[in-house]
C-alpha cells in the first residue's frame, strides 16, 4: 500500500529552466509534508516544507504547493542548477504517536549544463 | 554541531554474523528514528525513541533486530543472525520534539550494509 507516490522515476532538465517534481498521495490526514535532496552514499538532506494548512512554501530557489484536494505535492526549482542534479524524495508525515515519515520512491533530476 | 553521525558508513559481513550501527543524533535532539531504504525505493520507518523509550518499532523490525538507546543520546541497531535480505542502507534521523505537526527529521548519511 504506497500512500505516497512519486510516478515519474527520472527527470532531465536544462541548466536555467524550471524543474517541477510531483508527488501524489492518498492519506488525506497527513498534516505535514518535506522535500528531500539525496546525492548518491549520502543521507537525505531536507530542502523545504510545508504544513497541511497551507498551499505554498517558498525558500529561495525552492517552492513547494500543496494541493489538498487532489491529494497532490510539487516542488519547483528556479532556476534550475547543474548541482541540482540529485534522487529528491517527498514524504508525509501523520502524527499518530510518533511522527514517522512516509517516502515516495524518488525522482532522479538531472539537470544539463 | 555537526549534524547527525553513523559509524560505521560501509559494512560487509557474511550471512548468519552480527551486526551493530551506531547513531549520534544533534546534540539538542530528543527524538530518534532508524530507517531502512532499499534499491529503488524511499526509506522504510523501523522504530523510533523518544529519549530513552522506545515508542515505536515497525512489522519490518523482525525479532532478529534490535535497537537501543540507553541514555537518551546516541543509538545502536543491532542485527542478528544477518541475512541477504537485510543488505540495504540504514539511515538514522533525529528531530527536536515541537508543538504541533511540523517537525523536521535531519538525516545522518547511513549505514551500508551488504551481506555476503
Known amino acids: 500500500d504506497q500512500q505516497v507516490k512519486q510516478n515519474s522515476p527520472s527527470l532531465s532538465v536544462q541548466e536555467g529552466r524550471i524543474s517541477i517534481l510531483n508527488c501524489d498521495y492518498t492519506?488525506?490526514?497527513?498534516?505535514?509534508f518535506l522535500w528531500y535532496k539525496k546525492y548518491p552514499a549520502e543521507g537525505p538532506t531536507f530542502l523545504i516544507s510545508?504544513?497541511?494548512?497551507?498551499d505554498k512554501n517558498e525558500d529561495g530557489r525552492f517552492t513547494v504547493f500543496l494541493n489538498k484536494s487532489a491529494k497532490h505535492l510539487s516542488l519547483h526549482i528556479v532556476p534550475s542548477q547543474p548541482g541540482d542534479s540529485a534522487v529528491y524524495f517527498c514524504?508525509?508525515?501523520?502524527?499518530?504517536?510518533?511522527?514517522?515519515?512516509?517516502f515516495g520512491t524518488g525522482t532522479r533530476l538531472k539537470v544539463l549544463a | 554541531d555537526t549534524g547527525v553521525s553513523q559509524d560505521p558508513r560501509h559494512k560487509i559481513t557474511k550471512r548468519g554474523q552480527n551486526v551493530t550501527f551506531r547513531c549520534d543524533p544533534i546534540?539538542?535532539?530528543?527524538?530518534l528514528y532508524w530507517y531502512r531504504q532499499t534499491l529503488g525505493q524511499g526509506p522504510e520507518f523501523l522504530t523510533y525513541?523518544?529519549?530513552?523509550?522506545?515508542?515505536?518499532k515497525s512489522r519490518l523490525l523482525s525479532d532478529r533486530f534490535s535497537a537501543e538507546r540507553p541514555k537518551g543520546s546516541f543509538s545502536t541497531l543491532e542485527i542478528q543472525r544477518t541475512e541477504q535480505g537485510d543488505s540495504a542502507m540504514y539511515l538514522c534521523?533525529?528531530?527536536?520534539?515541537?508543538?504541533?505537526?511540523?517537525?523536521?527529521?535531519?538525516f545522518g548519511p547511513g549505514t551500508r550494509l551488504l551481506v555476503l
Open positions: 534521523a533525529s528531530s527536536l520534539a515541537v508543538t504541533g505537526p511540523q517537525e523536521t527529521q535531519y
Open positions: 492519506n488525506s490526514m497527513f498534516d505535514y
Open positions: 510545508i504544513s497541511s494548512i497551507k
Open positions: 514524504a508525509a508525515s501523520l502524527f499518530s504517536g510518533t511522527y514517522k515519515y512516509i
Open positions: 546534540s539538542e535532539h530528543n527524538r
Open positions: 525513541f523518544q529519549n530513552e523509550a522506545q515508542l515505536e
